[in-house]
């Protein structure tokens, strides 16, 4: 009785919210986590999803398009009637696609969740995060940065700096751009590397900075600027070996909730990061409307920040997704209606895994157009995120370094991973790769 009359509540709540068509800009595993808890909204007609992969096509239309086209993308929003816009990936926002969609529609009635271009800045440069983080008293590790021309200068700083060294490049990297180097010569060799173009542009700056030892975690903030709401916390595997060996990856795997993030390091976090992130945003007048994710390490009982994202993480928004109770739409809708402190966000009780599974090579060369088997029912705990995967007559095919994202749900983390371990016995292509480690440390 009680929860009919909860649920009856809800959707006179949501009563004055008309039905509208949705647009998701993306196509990786990240936009199909956030395709599929869009879907179940009450509040979602069609759904579109721009480009897209096999497993979105299942929850709306895709349609393939460049997300540098912003032309397009404003286009396709005309033509289908769109009156919400969730942009995904980092790129897009960073090149200002939040900004150009703003100045052709009315944001009474097209609602865009991004940044501006100069607030995802705080992800498109590691130096400008930097420079904030230390405008606002935000603990992160010391730092300096560097252009080419001061090579020599950073030599002289390597080899002041206590090993390991992180050597960072500037801009967007797809995950990659971060090496840990265990001697003095290993660092002066990377930063040289970067200064030749190993991540072409985003490397025209390199930061360095003292190495942190301690245990890695994500948190995930939705906010419009001045209020914000935490979503489920969370945890990525980015090395591609297991006891995380080896070089970064996008994301080898994720788990939530983290066994060690207590309710007394929520409340550092809120007060030290989040709180002064965004305070820090609305004082320096950056429009935020959309998603804010802080990598965390805990050091001692001390929180800092190794960086921030101005989006969802991939593989993480396939864990938190699966968790959060609470309809997202309405939430996303409340941010720029000035309604977002009065929404409610709720969380399931079990625990989510999620293991991706990779092309062999990866993160290295690696070969696509590999024949995907998987199972035609899939257990109810269980969801295949497509990340890398493409449909060619009829057969669904590798078409990326990441391919699939196998997530699961469980009254505790371990029934979760046993769920996403069986499943992929099941799944099958030439070359696959994942971590048989996922969850090892929580």
Known sequence: MLAGLILSFHFHSLAYLRRMNILILGGGGREHALAWKIKQSPLCDQLFIAPGNPGTAGLGTNIHLSLKDFDKIRETIEANHIELVLIGPEEPLVLGLTDYLESHFDPAKVHIIGPTKIAAQLEGSKAFAKEFMEEFNIPT???????PSQIDDAIDYIQGMNTPIVVKADGLAAGKGVTICQSHHE???????????????????????EFLSGKEFS???????????????????KKIGERDAGPNTGGMGAVSPVSFVTASM??????????????????KNYRYHGFVFIGLIEVGSIPYVIEYNCRMGDPETEVV??????????????LNQGTLASQNVEQINEAACTVVMVSGGYPGDYEKNKLISI?????????????????????????????????????HLSDALRSSYELIKQID??????????????
Do not use: C, W
Not at 378 to 390: A, E, L, Q, R
């Open 141 to 147: 590790a010391r730092y300096h940065s560097f252009i």
């Open 187 to 209: 660092a002066i060799n990377e930063v040289k590397d970067m200064f030749d173009g190993k991540f072409g542009a985003a490397s025209s700056v390199v930061v360095l900075e």
């Open 219 to 237: 948190v995930f903030v939705l906010t419009d600027g001045h209020d914000y709401k935490i979503l489920p916390v969370a945890k990525d595997y």
């Open 266 to 283: 929520m409340k550092e976090v809120e007060d030290k990061i989040i709180i002064p992130t965004i305070e820090g945003l609305n004082q």
């Open 321 to 334: 997704m699966p968790r959060l109770k609470t309809d997202l739409v309405p939430l996303l809708l409340s």
């Open 375 to 411: 199972p035609i029912v899939v257990p109810t705990s269980s969801i295949i995120f497509h990340s890398g995967t493409k449909m060619e007559d009829g057969h669904l095919l590798t078409n990326g370094g990441r391919v699939l994202a196998i997530t699961s749900t469980g009254d």
């Open 429 to 442: 292509y030439e070359g696959q790769y994942f971590r048989k480690d996922i969850g090892f440390d929580v």
